[in-house]
């Protein structure tokens, strides 16, 4: 069975623009987490879906939103990045975001010039 | 005072070692992970816990709920255990959101 995947794997970006990154999680699994990890801030939890809705959302502003399409298929998205935006973007998967173990993939590394 | 604290930061260990790692919370939970990084980035989530013990290997997490504490044991440590170890709890109530601790730096010797 393949593991989760996120694309792009690197993004370089300038202040002020927009991303989208994209996870794929693994085949039958309905939950995807999104997770901030920086050196200073170590790991953050930004959101989590599951069956197309936002079960829960961690402290991050506005410009950070996400959506889970009908395929459990995630993306997330930054408007307007700041230089501090930068940072390794990990997405997980499992059956059930509340009792199920977590598959994470190789993350996003965003760096905001 | 962070939610979640972990300790120590960094250890270093000889092979064979045994090996403990500590974490402590103070909010209320449903549950709480054990996560690995290695150099490189990738995560492997090694235990969920909301009660008791679990074992893997050699490896063995348990958990007191009452004193909100929850220890990381590496039998027999060995230099491919050399990771970060990052303890997250899942908030209890209708919230339900991830908190992390910073992670334990470890590193055995051959």
């Known amino acids: 069975k393949a593991g989760v995947t996120q694309t792009p794997r690197y993004l370089i970006k300038t202040r002020g623009q927009q991303v989208t990154l994209s996870c794929s999680p693994i085949?039958?699994?309905?939950?995807v987490s999104w997770y901030q990890q920086t050196p200073g801030q170590g790991l953050q939890f930004l959101f989590e879906y599951f069956s197309e809705t936002q079960r829960n959302k961690g402290n991050f502003p506005g410009r950070f939103s996400g959506r889970q399409f009908s395929n459990s298929r995630s993306e997330m998205n930054v408007s307007t990045l700041e230089l501090g935006d930068s940072a390794l973007y990990l997405c997980?998967?499992?059956?059930?975001?509340?009792?199920?173990?977590?598959?994470f993939g190789p993350g996003t590394r965003l760096t905001v010039l | 005072k962070n939610e979640v604290e972990q300790s120590p930061q960094n250890l270093t260990a000889q092979e064979g070692e045994f090996i403990t790692i500590n974490c402590s919370y103070s909010?209320?939970?449903?549950?709480l992970h054990w996560l690995q990084q290695h150099p490189g980035g990738g995560i492997v989530s090694l235990f969920m816990?909301?009660?008791g013990k679990k074992k893997h290997g050699r490896l063995i997490a348990t958990i007191n709920i009452q004193e909100k504490h929850s220890s990381l044991h590496i039998t027999a440590s060995h230099p491919r255990d050399s990771a970060v170890y990052i303890c997250?709890?899942?908030?209890?109530?209708?919230?339900?959101?991830?908190?992390f601790g910073k992670g334990t730096k470890l590193s055995v010797k051959p």
């Open positions: 997980a998967s499992s059956l059930n975001f509340v009792t199920d173990t977590q598959y």
């Open positions: 909010v209320g939970i449903s549950a």
């Open positions: 816990l909301s009660s």
């Open positions: 085949s039958g699994h309905r939950s």
């Open positions: 997250a709890v899942r908030l209890g109530g209708s919230q339900g959101n991830l908190i």
